[in-house]
């Protein structure tokens, strides 16, 4: 299939538990007998963390089935994951795969990462300055009250913050500031890169979750909270991103006696299931992505016809 030509990128879209991880690996095997290499780019800004393994659903290797994935276990849990770095290395990946003639399968559980790694998204500059005033502030009221000043200044940012990520805040904050009080718009739905092909795994909401409670039943089977107690002691608590992921938040807040078991595993799930909720609503305002229903019988085989044909 080596004629010269741009070899498509394919973007799989979806909320958690939607079988994403699994549909991209079927995709690249599927690719693979057709004479189409294939790899898979990450695109979960919590799955590049060493270690984080169970809390975070990451594919085992027995599940990658000998399919190459880009951008998971590069940070420990005390590094900070920052989208621009997210976007400049997953472009990379993507350029490395080309290259090959390698095609790129992006998976992503942020739209947020999706649309940085494949749109014209460029980023604002930052103020060592006002990002620590905001810290300050963030330190002296907490996350919530936080977002709530965004939400005053800029409902439309705030919208898409979820009022305890409270770096997140700091940082829309602090673009405001730098902005000159204009609220950041994002950019429109352009693709930076040729040759996309985006599609979302579509399942109805009782599916949906449904799944997320048998995720949090066997994440906890599987040893999460052990896992949580291994990350604490390699500073977890002391990282700025790892920390706040779902699941692992709940369980150290066991940990310390906050929660009981089986509170913080209810509160895992509700936490999820908000999440998904949110991913949906992004995924569903750009109407570049093609909705597939995650049920359906061939699916991967039939993407990857899809998608042989473009490369052929």
């Known amino acids: 299939?080596?004629?010269?030509?741009?070899?498509?990128?394919?973007?799989?879209?979806?909320?958690?538990?939607?079988?994403?991880?699994?549909?991209?690996?079927?995709?690249?095997?599927?690719?693979?007998?057709?004479?189409?290499?294939?790899?898979?780019?990450n695109a979960d800004s919590?799955?590049?963390?060493?270690?984080?393994?169970?809390?975070?659903?990451?594919?085992?290797?027995?599940?990658?089935?000998?399919?190459?994935?880009?951008?998971?276990?590069i940070l420990d849990v005390t590094q900070t994951a920052t989208v621009a770095q997210f976007q400049?290395?997953?472009?990379?990946?993507?350029?490395?795969?080309?290259?090959?003639?390698?095609?790129?399968?992006?998976?992503?559980?942020?739209a947020l990462y999706m649309r940085a790694i494949l749109d014209h998204?460029?980023?604002p500059g930052t103020d060592a300055d006002v990002r620590a005033r905001w810290e300050a502030e963030l330190h002296r009221v907490g996350p919530e009250a936080l977002h709530a000043v965004l939400a005053g200044r800029a409902p439309g940012t705030a919208a898409e913050i979820q009022p305890t990520n409270g770096r997140r805040t700091v940082r829309a904050l602090e673009v405001l500031d730098l902005t000159g009080g204009h609220a950041p718009n994002l950019p429109e739905w352009t693709f930076a890169l040729d040759g996309v092909t985006s599609i979302g795994l579509d399942?109805?909401?009782?599916?949906?979750?449904?799944?997320?409670?048998?995720?949090?039943?066997?994440?906890?089977?599987?040893?999460l909270v052990e896992e949580v107690r291994r990350l604490e002691a390699?500073?977890?608590?002391?990282?700025?991103?790892?920390?706040?992921?779902?699941?692992?938040?709940?369980?150290?807040?066991?940990?310390?006696?906050?929660?009981?078991?089986?509170e913080a595993r209810a509160a895992v799930v509700k936490a999820t299931k908000r999440f998904a909720r949110r991913q949906l609503s992004w995924f569903r305002r750009d109407?570049?992505?093609?909705?597939?229903?995650?049920?359906t019988p061939g699916l991967a085989h039939a993407i990857a016809d899809e998608l042989a044909g473009r490369a052929a």
Not at 22 to 28: F, N
Not at 93 to 106: F, Q, S, T, Y
């Open 234 to 262: 390699r500073g977890l608590r002391e990282g700025v991103t790892a920390v706040k992921a779902i699941g692992y938040r709940q369980v150290l807040q066991f940990v310390d006696g906050e929660l009981t078991e089986d």
């Open 88 to 110: 400049a290395l997953a472009r990379a990946a993507i350029a490395d795969c080309r290259a090959r003639r390698v095609l790129p399968i992006v998976v992503g559980g942020s």
């Open 203 to 223: 399942l109805d909401r009782a599916t949906m979750d449904a799944r997320i409670v048998e995720r949090v039943d066997a994440m906890w089977a599987a040893g």
């Open 1 to 41: 299939m080596d004629n010269g030509q741009v070899l498509p990128i394919l973007a799989l879209n979806g909320p958690t538990a939607s079988g994403k991880s699994t549909l991209a690996v079927d995709v690249a095997v599927a690719l693979a007998w057709r004479g189409q290499p294939a790899e898979i780019v």
């Open 121 to 123: 998204f460029e980023f």
């Open 46 to 73: 919590m799955l590049v963390y060493r270690g984080m393994d169970i809390g975070t659903a990451k594919p085992s290797a027995a599940e990658r089935r000998g399919v190459r994935h880009h951008l998971l276990d």
């Open 287 to 295: 109407h570049r992505i093609d909705w597939r229903d995650a049920a």
